[in-house]
C-alpha cells in the first residue's frame, strides 16, 4: 500500500489525507516535496542587528547591495564581502523594531526608517547618503507608482505624524516636494490623501498592479490608487474593506499578485481582491506558534525561479525576537512546507556576477568558496533568495540541504481490522532515509511511533506496528542528496496473518 506525502496541511484533522508534519524541506511538485538548501554566509557582517536592505541593479548592470543597522547604512558590490560604510555625516536612530525600506528610483537609492529624514544615494556618483529632500516628510513606508515616489504613514512639521496619510512627490523627480495646495504642487502634480476612517495605519505600498497602479495596505483594508490626472491626480477606492495586514514586512510582490498575512491568515491580492491561500492549511498552526510581540520581525520575500513565497516569522522558542520559522508557499501547486532556521530578515537579492579571477576576492581557494561553481550566485543579475544570519552576515540558500522530516497522510489498511506493518520503502531519489511508523487504534487516540529504522540496501525498512490507523514518518540527514520525496510503500497484512 502507498501513503503519499500529501499537502502539508496542519489544520486540517488527521483522517482528511494531508500531511500534518512537512519540515526542513520545499514544496517541489503536486506529488513531492524537495530539499531546503541552509543559509551560505557570504559577507563579512554588519556592525549589529540588519533592519532593512535591498538590492539594486544600476543602468550598466552593476549589482550593490545596502542594508542598515540601528545606526548606519552599508553597501555592498561586486569585487568584495566587506561592507563598505555609507551612512551620512550623524548616522541614525533607527528604533529596535522599526526597518529600513528601500528601494531604486531611476539612479537613486531611496531608504526610509520613519526616525530620520529620507536618504539618498545616486548610483555611480555619491560615496555616502544624505537627506533626500528638506522638503520631504518621513516616512515609514515608500513606493513607485508609475512615475512618483509615493510615501506612506508620514510626519511632517506642520500635521506631525499621520499614520493614514499617502503623499507622493513631483513627477518624475522623488527630490521635489513642493507645499500641498500650492501652485507649485499642483503643476508638479504632488499632493497627499488621507484614508479617513477606522482601517488603522498604512503599512506598506506596492506600485503597478495589472488592476491598478498602486495598493495601500492599512491594518484593515486595502486601498487601490490609480492615476487620474489633475486635479486629483490619484483616486484612492477601497478594494478589501475589512481586511489588511498587522505585518507590514509580511507584503510580498510578484508581478501583478501580492502575498501578505492577513489578521485571519495568509492571502493572494491581484489588485482586485483578495484570496486565501492558508485557510484549511496552515493558518490555524501559525497563529498557534507565532510571537505576536515581534510582529514587526516577519519579513516575505519572493523566489520567482521556484514558484516560492518565503515568510520568516519568530515563533516558540525565539531568540529576541530573530525569526526562527520559513514558511514557503508554492503559487503552481498551492503547498506549504515548514523549515527551521534561525534569521535576522529575508531578502529578494541579486547576484553580482564573478569572473574566476574575481573569485579570489571572495575566498583564497575554489574548495573555500561559500558555494559550488554552479551555483546562480556567481552570475549577475540573478535573482536569489537571500538573508541576513543573527551574526548579522549576508548568505545565500546555496548552502547544503537541511535535515527533512516529512509525515505521509494517515490511512487504515484494511478498513476496520487491525493491521501489522513489516516493512517500509521510503519513495525518496536519493540519501539515506529512514522511516518510523506510527499506529494507533482510534482517531481520538494519540499516534504513537516506533523507532526509526534506516533503509537497507534494497532500500527496505524492517518493521513491527499495528493498529486500525498507520501513517509513516521519513526522516534524513543534513546533507542528504536528494530531489523528490513522494512517500511510503508499506508491506502489511491483516493482524493474525503470516
Known amino acids: 500500500m502507498f501513503l503519499p506525502v500529501t499537502a502539508f496541511a496542519p489544520d486540517l484533522p488527521a483522517r482528511a489525507g494531508a500531511s500534518a508534519l512537512v519540515r526542513n524541506c520545499l514544496p517541489r511538485t503536486a506529488a513531492s516535496y524537495g530539499p531546503m538548501p541552509s543559509l551560505a554566509a557570504y559577507s563579512a557582517p554588519l556592525q549589529a542587528r540588519c533592519q532593512g536592505a535591498v538590492a539594486v541593479q544600476d543602468a550598466a548592470g552593476n549589482v550593490s547591495i545596502f542594508a542598515g543597522d540601528a545606526t548606519k547604512l552599508y553597501r555592498l558590490g561586486a569585487g568584495s564581502t566587506a561592507w563598505t560604510d555609507v551612512t551620512k555625516q550623524g548616522g541614525y536612530t533607527t528604533a ?77 523627480d522623488p527630490t521635489s516636494w513642493p507645499a500641498p495646495g500650492t501652485s507649485a504642487a499642483a503643476a508638479a502634480q504632488s499632493d497627499f490623501q488621507d484614508l479617513v ?126 525569526p526562527n520559522r520559513l514558511l514557503a508557499y508554492n503559487w503552481a501547486t498551492d503547498r506549504w512546507s515548514l523549515c527551521e532556521i534561525e534569521i535576522e530578515l529575508l531578502l529578494r537579492s541579486l547576484s553580482f556576477g564573478y569572473s574566476l579571477d574575481a573569485l579570489d576576492a571572495v575566498a583564497p581557494s575554489l574548495d573555500s568558496l561559500p558555494f559550488s561553481l554552479d551555483s546562480r550566485a556567481w552570475t549577475g543579475g540573478r535573482v536569489l533568495l537571500a538573508a541576513f544570519d543573527p551574526t548579522h552576515r549576508l548568505g545565500y540558500f546555496s548552502g547544503a540541504s537541511l535535515a527533512p522530516i516529512v509525515e505521509t497522510a494517515e490511512a487504515s489498511l484494511d478498513g476496520a481490522r487491525r493491521m501489522v506493518v513489516t516493512g517500509a520503502r521510503p519513495i525518496v531519489d536519493g540519501g539515506t532515509p529512514s522511516v518510523a511508523i506510527g499506529a494507533r487504534e482510534r482517531p481520538m487516540d494519540p499516534v504513537s511511533f516506533g523507532a526509526e529504522i534506516t533503509v537497507d540496501a534494497q532500500g527496505r525498512a524492517a518493521q513491527r506496528a499495528s493498529g486500525r490507523f498507520v501513517r509513516a514518518r521519513i526522516t534524513m540527514p543534513a546533507g542528504s542528496d536528494f530531489t523528490h520525496i513522494a512517500g511510503v510503500e508499506l508491506e502489511a497484512v491483516p493482524e493474525g496473518s503470516r
Open 96 to 172: 529596535f523594531e522599526q526597518h529600513w525600506a528601500g528601494l531604486l528610483f531611476g539612479d537613486r537609492v531611496v531608504m526610509t526608517n520613519f526616525a530620520d529624514p529620507i536618504q539618498s544615494f545616486r548610483l555611480g556618483g555619491d560615496s555616502a547618503f544624505a537627506d533626500l529632500s528638506p522638503d520631504a516628510p518621513r516616512a515609514r513606508h515608500l513606493a513607485v507608482v508609475r512615475d512618483w515616489l509615493v510615501l506612506g504613514n508620514t510626519f511632517d512639521a506642520a500635521d506631525g505624524p499621520q499614520p493614514q496619510r499617502v503623499w507622493w512627490s513631483a513627477i518624475d
Open 197 to 322: 476612517g477606522g482601517a488603522g495605519w498604512v503599512q506598506g505600498i506596492v506600485g503597478n498592479l495589472g488592476t491598478a497602479d498602486g495598493a495601500v495596505f492599512q491594518e484593515r483594508a486595502i486601498v487601490r490608487m490609480n492615476y487620474v490626472g489633475p486635479p486629483a491626480i490619484f483616486a484612492f477606492a477601497t478594494a478589501e474593506g475589512a481586511r489588511g495586514t498587522p505585518a507590514p514586512g509580511s507584503i510580498a510582490q510578484l508581478g501583478t499578485i501580492v502575498y501578505y498575512l492577513g489578521e485571519d491568515g495568509f492571502y493572494a491580492f491581484d489588485g482586485s481582491a483578495s484570496h486565501p491561500i492558508g485557510a484549511d492549511k496552515i493558518d490555524k498552526t501559525f497563529f498557534a506558534d507565532l510571537d505576536q510581540q515581534h510582529l514587526g520581525r516577519i519579513t516575505a520575500a519572493i523566489d520567482p525561479i521556484n514558484k516560492l513565497c518565503f515568510w520568516a516569522y519568530p515563533g516558540v522558542g525565539n531568540t529576541a525576537g530573530n
